[in-house]
């Protein structure tokens, strides 16, 4: 259970990697690799973030084999207890007490175990324990290194700073395929259900270890959604206005990878190589959406929903990703034309074949009634949208939106039309 048992890896080449990350492995055992890079590092204090869903991954009863946190801490270099306190998209009350936790125990080095939100809270966790490097050149500071409990504006400040201090390195250890971890963009969710968040070139993770071990036993919203946002980085990236021709060219065969492991996965959910190739697939849509194109319509939009209405990204992605094709249709369907030749139906619309991918994925909503969401609900949320984020819409859109009532039809437009 600590290791893959496959014999093949697919390890990201060096010139594929993003300014500050180190490597990528694939289908290597999680464990033993990430030891071997925390030696690399040095590191003396590791603060250890997971799901508690992933728990059993890394922590082994009285009896049980040596898993990671148990080496840790026999080791000496266990900077506190396992932490476990992000929720579903990264809520700011679980973040901030992880954020001081780390703080307190003084971590040189964070390990993330799980899904998006506890990738971008280690990303939130790193900057935040380089202000301690601030608080030193303060000669007030008291024991606690004068720095305040963590905030969503102090570590919004702090991601700001110019120049930025090195933050501790992170090893990201994913266990499905929300593909937050290739991002330097951190998100959370505030108390007032609002998606907020930073970005910054050094919040970039350190070493990704993609281990199909660690996505055991997933319950199929959690692997089937994350997949889906896959799609929707892929699509995003492709037909968004900013994108080149090198941008769509990654972002194509990431969809492809997608797509021809997707299906597979469908038939065998537990599938090792599957889901190697998925990671590959899913990362190379999310680097090609990540030069230049971040956020694209489809994300911003579907994060906004998540948070408003608490509904996982993957069933948001399940829901709109091809509402939101459609719409634009008639102004990106120069692009759309090679979604539809990358998923294997030259002449079929991309948005319905979107939709039949989606409609394919077990637990995945595609409805907004399958969340409790009403008419009246879509139309208060796409007159919040309209009223805050207009601009941003009309700039990562192919198609302008005229107002509110284009806004409601795209969120609303039935998928039997499509």
Known sequence: ?????????????????????????????????????????????????????????????????????????????????????????GGELGLLQACDEAYKSDADCVVTVGGGAVQDAGKFIRLWLSTRSDANKDDNNEEDGGVEKASVKGLQAASSRDPMPE???????????AMAEPTSVAGLTTTD????????????????????ALSEGLPDWVRFGTAARCV???????????????????????????????????????????????????????????TGCYPALGHLVENHYSARFNVHQGSCSGILSARIMQYHLEKSKEYQVDISKCLGAVGTPAPRLVRDLIAKLPGVSKEHAEENVTDEMIREFAVWEWKNHSGRLNQLSPKPFGGVDDVFRMLTLPLEDI
Do not use: W
């Open 1 to 89: 259970m600590s290791s893959s048992s496959s014999t093949f890896s697919l390890d990201v080449p060096p010139e594929s990697l993003p300014t500050g990350m180190k490597s990528v492995h694939i289908n290597q055992p999680f464990q033993s690799t990430a030891l071997s890079t925390i030696d690399s590092f040095g590191a003396k204090k590791v603060f250890v973030l997971a799901n508690n869903s992933s728990r059993r991954f890394i922590v082994s009863d009285e009896d049980g084999e040596m898993l990671l946190v148990n080496e840790l801490q026999q080791r000496g270099i266990l900077a506190a207890p396992l932490c476990t306190s992000i929720g579903m998209g």
């Open 167 to 177: 933050l501790p390195p992170q090893i990201a250890l994913p266990n499905s395929f």
């Open 193 to 212: 259900n609002i998606k907020s968040g930073a970005a910054h070139p050094s919040l970039i993770p350190t070493v990704i270890i993609y281990d199909p």
């Open 232 to 290: 929707e980085h892929a699509i995003g990236a492709i037909t968004h206005p900013k994108a080149n021709e090198e941008i769509r060219k990654r972002a194509l065969e990431g969809l492809r990878l997608i797509h021809t492991h997707l299906l597979e996965l469908i038939s065998n959910p537990e599938c090792k190589e599957a889901q190697s190739y998925l990671y590959l697939g899913g990362f190379e849509a999310v680097r090609a959406l990540s």
